[in-house]
């Protein structure tokens, strides 16, 4: 605002209208001009005495006024006040004085003297001190007052003795009083006294009418002077005229009294009388008229002395008195409220000067004010909007720099620092995107070059080098130059070692060396001596969290250089940056690498983990074992191998407690399950040892009972699986379903076995073994007699058993029959007991068993020599040692435990030992196949194609036997009813030759074998014609194919029209049945097509079933 | 000095399990039950191990334990307790006594003859 007004002024905004106002405009300007030359301070230091000197104004006025005020006020205070005070005083003690002297006279009392007194002195002293006053001296008016005031009390203090002897002194004080007893009451005393002298001088009289006449005249005469006596002394008390009147009248009585005695009765008068008479008269005579001057005296106006002083003298006195001091107290009064109405008015022109003055400060307060605020506060809002401005980047904004006082100047700072601040900002932008291009760069040289340009563009210097440490951090070596240099001319570029030239120095130090001219340069030159030229240079170390690595070294022409302090910060920026992009691109080359390497890591790793995981899943979904882990509480873990599932044939495996998913329906006690359970509390979530405490506890294999009664063999192993706080979180548990093991395992034990008595037999030949059977059954029978006959040992029995069994015993050790050798030497043994002790228990029933059991493997080498080696059919299987050796070599060198092994090493020997003493079905059928194509052709049929489908079963010797006649019969029974002639198997689309089919195959734990053809098949409705001819059923009979079918089996039955030498005889069918039942089995007829309604034929197949034990299957 | 203190009141589990440790070079005591157990413990402070039947007449075992870590005091000496069955309330008392873990019984000596000598040692 203040700029702009400066601004406007000389311009053409504001041209003057007139000159006067021109004039005004320039004197403003002027004075305006003038105030922007003073400094703020001075300003501030004017406006302030301005406002310094009206407050001393203010101050010595008010200061000034106050202390006349306050010596007219002590004036009244101190004089005039005391004054009045005391002429009030007086006027008070003149009345306490004349009051005293009134009481004192009237009452006599000395209080009211001593008062009177007192008070009297009191006035002299009180009019003296008023009189010393400065304020009476001072006026001679006054004084005049005060001095008739004093006169007055100086003529009442005259009074004053005589005042006191009126007091004191009745007959000064009544004059009456003193003439009467001087003059009267003698007199009258006289008189009263020659009265009563003549009274009694009567009584030595005679009493007659004159004497008492006369006796009666001087009593009247004393009566009557006694009563004029009386009235004036009344009149002396009283002062009344009526008493005055009444002397007269008892005086006139008592002259006629006198004159009476003294007239008429001078006669009577006896001398006593005469003289006391006498006496009287002369009283009488002088008494009256001394009374009528008593009189008058007491009845003037002077009658008494001080009531007349008093009336006459002392109360005009006291009036005049008081009077003046009335006046006194007047004036006195007048000259107080006439200073009072000064001092009033007095207060209030101070008051008008003090509130002129302090407007006239609050004023120039404002002036000074307003003043300030313009010449201060106003730039200072200019420079506070430029800072703002500055604050938000406008950092173009022009700042008013004119002023020359203090705020000049700061509007100079802050336009320098407006202007650094621009440069930084220009610098920073540069900084910013030189790092932002050393940062995209690649290239650590092309980081360095770009470094070098940067700061030569910003300090004009002419060229630049980069020198950077070599690996050991002892030299300095050039890497980069700028602008760019051939590699040739660097040949040369020298080293410099640390502290050594500018560079050395700038690295060794840390810090910029700015040399404006190498010339002028001291220690450049002795550095550097070779290059006198004048140049100047900049070394810039390369600095990077306080570690060096090299040397930035840029020179140019003298004075085109331009390098200030602010710079610096730009240049170590730069190296820094370069440093920093540098160190980054060798960084990141070396992230790329670890990158590189780690990924591949990362990915073998991840990879390995992969198929780490994925092995144990699918061990776990694969592996033939059930794998599960339970936990604390006994709970199964939900991770498990899926096998676990089939084993236990339950699929709710997951947190069920393993004591009911295991040991459900097993062969172990409730002890056994609850020493599981126990132990399995015992060790879970316990420390490791507590497995090794209680481990004897876990079964390892025991057997189960299944749904539908089969029965399964479990092997456990128990393995804990530890924290490593030594904790057994989880017991890992093994299953096994060992049940086909330990049935193969068996098996193989037969097997051996098996082949241990082929062996042993072989080798002795049959002749030999047979003769040794019939002996030792012979010996056996003997001892099941002795045995069953006797009730006790007797020595001969005995001994006959012994030597019995001694005998069998021997002669199967002879033979090698080992597995007899054993029984039999039990047996023997028990005998042997009895034979030296006869005393001893005849065990019959033990005796009874051990013989049974001898007899049992006597007879099951029987057996297996009859069925395995009596009866070698062509086909059979060669049967000697060394076979059977080789036999039992396959079973003892298989590993017992591998279940595949033992069973293909089972299968083996069961293959080949099984076929010892079997025949093969197409051997078996040979002959019957041979005469098929001749019986066809009998029959007028064509050959017919035979099928055979053995399935690699074999068929027992003497089953055999039985299965030639049952299916001689079979075979020619489809040849004669099954199969058509050619001609009309051609007619029904069938081939001319048929097919005859025998399959055998393994069903329902027997041997099935099927013979079938692809004849007519069955004829049912002649079936039953003949059946009901027969009366084997009621013609209306409603039969299935199936009730139809089994009348095959009837004997006699049959549908062939004639019965042939071939079949058709009924006896067929029967007799098979026989057969085949008579081995175990059985015998259906079974149709291979649904039944089509009224079919008079019907396809179908014989089905011979067999046991297991008929049939061997060979691989 | 005794190492290790068998306490039952069958004398067949207590001779064999004493006898399976003093035939191992153990040097074994005896008591017949929880009280005797418990006179015994703390009469033989420098006892290591001590095996505790947790069925007996006069004092149980448990209760014994409990006992001599707060009567008798001893905070260290390891306990394993001898049971035929489990029980959670059981196991959280022994638990609270701070003993080593249970046996399931009948014991067998060999799987504990190893541990047995390192917790004696120590």
């Known amino acids: 605002m203040h700029a702009n007004t400066l601004e406007t002024t000389p311009g053409s905004g504001l041209q003057p209208k007139t000159p006067f106002a021109h004039r005004w405009m320039a004197v403003l300007f002027h004075v305006h001009a003038l105030m922007n030359k003073v400094t703020i301070r001075k300003k501030i230091w004017v406006s302030f005495g301005v406002l310094v000197v009206l407050l001393v104004a203010v101050g010595i006025t008010a200061f000034n006024s106050l202390k006349a005020n306050k010596e007219k006020l002590s004036t009244l205070v101190n004089d005039v006040q005391p004054a009045t005070e005391l002429s009030l005083n007086l006027v008070d003690q003149l009345d306490r004085a004349s009051a005293s002297l009134g009481f004192y006279l009237l009452s006599k009392e000395q209080v009211h003297k001593n008062d009177y007194v007192s008070n009297l002195s009191k006035i002299t002293q009180s009019v003296q001190t008023l009189s010393a006053m400065r304020i009476v001296r001072d006026d001679a008016a006054t004084f005049k007052m005060v001095d008739e005031v004093q006169q007055g009390i100086a003529k009442l203090q005259s009074y004053k003795e005589q005042m006191l002897v009126f007091a004191s002194d009745d007959a000064k004080n009544v004059p009456a009083l003193g003439f009467a007893s001087r003059e009267v009451n003698p007199r009258a005393q006289t008189m009263l006294q020659s009265l009563q002298e003549m009274l009694l001088a009567e009584s030595g009289e005679s009493a007659n009418q004159e004497r008492r006449q006369f006796l009666l005249d001087m009593f009247s005469l004393r009566t009557n002077v006694a009563s004029a006596l009386n009235e004036l002394r009344i009149f002396l008390a009283f002062r009344a005229d009526a008493n005055k009147e009444n002397f007269r009248s008892y005086m006139e009585l008592a002259v006629r009294d006198a004159s009476k005695l003294n007239g008429a009765s001078k006669s009577l008068l006896n001398f006593e009388q005469e003289a006391s008479f006498e006496n009287f008269n002369a009283a009488f005579k002088e008494w009256g008229p001394a009374a009528e001057q008593v009189m008058k005296i007491h009845g003037a106006e002077d009658w008494r002395q001080d009531a007349y002083i008093i009336r006459k003298d002392l109360s005009p006195l006291v009036l005049q008195i008081q009077d003046r001091l009335t006046a006194l107290v007047k004036t006195q009064h007048d000259f107080s409220v006439e200073s009072s109405s000064q001092l009033t008015l007095q207060v209030s022109h101070t008051q008008y000067i003090v509130a002129g003055l302090i407007m006239l400060g609050m004023v120039c307060a404002v002036m000074v004010g307003f003043f300030l605020t313009r010449t201060i506060l106003t730039p200072i809002d200019a420079l506070k909007t430029s800072a703002a401005q500055l604050a938000h980047g406008h950092l173009d904004q022009e700042i008013d720099t004119r002023r020359s006082d203090e705020l000049g100047s700061l509007a100079h700072s802050f336009s320098d620092m407006r202007d650094a601040i621009r440069k930084k900002i220009d610098d920073l932008r540069v900084l910013n995107v030189t790092g932002q291009t050393m940062a995209s760069m690649h290239d650590p040289m092309k980081v360095l070059e770009h470094a070098l340009k940067t700061m030569r563009a910003h300090c004009d210097v002419e060229w630049g080098s980069v020198y950077l440490f070599n690996a050991e951090k002892s030299l300095l070596e050039v890497k980069a130059y700028s602008p760019a240099r051939d590699e040739s001319a660097v040949h040369d570029a020298r080293t410099f070692k640390l502290g050594e030239g500018v560079a050395g120095r700038a690295a060794q130090h840390k810090r910029i060396i700015y040399i404006p001219d190498t010339t002028q340069d001291h220690q450049f030159e002795a550095q550097l001596g070779d290059d006198a030229s004048a140049r100047a240079i900049i070394c810039v170390p390369m600095v990077d969290n306080n570690e060096i690595f090299g040397v930035m070294n840029f020179c140019g022409d003298v004075g085109d250089v331009k390098f200030v302090d602010s710079d610096r910060e730009f240049a170590e920026t730069i190296a820094r940056t370069a440093v920093v992009s540098f160190k980054n691109i060798h960084m990141l080359n070396v992230i790329a690498e670890q990158n590189r390497t780690l990924e591949q890591k990362v990915e073998s790793r991840t990879a390995e983990l992969r198929q780490k995981t994925n092995d144990i899943n699918n061990m776990l979904q694969n592996m033939h074992q059930g794998i599960f882990t339970i936990l604390p509480g006994r709970a199964i873990h939900p991770e498990y191998s899926a096998y676990l599932e089939s084993i236990v044939e339950d699929k709710n495996v997951a947190n069920s407690d393993v004591m009911d998913l295991l040991f459900r329906n097993t062969n172990l006690g409730s002890n056994a399950l609850s020493q599981i359970s126990a132990a399995l509390d015992a060790i879970l979530g316990e420390e490791s040892m507590m497995f090794d405490f209680n481990r004897h506890c876990l079964v390892h294999e025991f057997t189960r009972t299944m749904s539908g009664g089969r029965t399964k063999i479990l092997e456990l192993d128990w393995d804990p699986i530890v924290s490593e706080t030594d904790v057994i979180e989880k017991l890992m548990v093994t299953v096994r379903d060992v049940t086909e093991l330990r049935g193969l395992q068996a098996e193989a034990e037969k097997q051996k076995s098996e082949l241990q008595v082929i062996g042993q037999i072989l080798s002795v030949g049959q002749d030999k073994f047979i003769g040794f059977i019939k002996d030792a059954t012979r010996f056996l029978d003997e001892n099941e007699k002795l045995i069953n006959a006797a009730s006790n040992a007797s020595a001969d029995i005995v001994a006959t058993l012994f030597r019995n069994m001694h005998t069998i015993k021997g002669n199967a050790r002879t033979y090698g029959f080992m597995g007899i050798t054993d029984v039999a030497h039990e047996a023997e043994t028990s005998y042997d007991v009895l034979r030296k002790n006869l005393d001893s228990f005849w065990d019959k029933s033990k005796m009874l068993e051990e013989l049974s059991r001898t007899r049992q493997r006597i007879e099951s080498y029987a057996t297996i020599n009859k069925e395995k080696l009596s009866n070698t059919s062509s086909d059979g299987v060669y049967v000697d040692l060394m076979l059977i050796d080789k036999l039992r070599v396959v079973l003892e060198h298989v590993n017992e435990h591998d279940v595949s092994a033992l069973r293909s090493a089972v299968k083996t020997v069961k293959s080949i030992s099984g076929a010892i003493g079997t025949e093969s079905i197409p051997a078996l059928l040979d002959a019957i196949t041979r005469s098929m194509p001749e019986l066809a052709q009998k029959l007028g049929k064509v050959a017919p194609h035979i099928v055979i489908k053995d399935n690699g079963i074999r068929l027992a010797v003497e089953v055999a036997q039985v299965m030639k006649n049952v299916f001689t019969h079979g075979f020619r029974n489809a040849m004669d009813h099954g199969l058509e002639t050619g001609a009309e198997r051609k007619a029904h689309g069938k081939p001319e030759r048929g097919t005859i089919t025998l399959d055998v195959r393994e069903e329902d734990g027997g041997v099935v074998l099927a013979l079938s053809d692809d004849g007519r098949g069955l004829a049912l409705r002649k079936l039953k014609e003949k059946a009901a001819a027969q009366g084997l059923v009621h013609a209306n009979a409603e039969l299935n194919d199936h009730a139809l079918a089994d009348l095959v089996f009837q004997s006699g039955v049959s549908t062939a029209a004639n019965v042939s030498d071939i079949s058709g005889r009924g006896v067929g069918m029967d007799a098979i049945r026989k057969f085949v039942e008579n081995l175990g089995g059985k015998v259906e007829i079974r149709f291979t097509k649904k039944s089509t309604s009224d079919a008079e034929f019907r396809p179908f197949e014989s089905r011979i079933i067999l046991p297991a034990a008929c049939a061997v299957k060979v691989a | ?122």
């Open chain 2, 1 to 122: 000095m005794a190492q290790i203190l068998v306490v039952d009141d069958s004398d067949a589990v207590r001779s064999q399990v004493s006898g399976f440790f003093s035939t191992n070079g153990f040097s074994v005591i005896t008591a017949v039950d929880g009280k005797d157990g418990l006179a015994k413990a703390s009469s033989n402070p420098d006892i290591k191990l001590i095996f505790a039947d947790v069925n007996m007449p006069n004092m149980d075992g448990l209760t014994m334990v409990e006992k001599i870590r707060s009567d008798v005091g001893n905070k260290t000496v390891n306990i394993i307790m001898l049971t035929t069955e489990s029980d959670a309330n059981m196991k959280q008392r022994g638990k609270a006594a701070g003993i080593k873990g249970w046996i399931v019984k009948p014991f067998n000596g060999a799987n504990v003859l190893e541990t047995v000598k390192k917790m004696v040692a120590g």
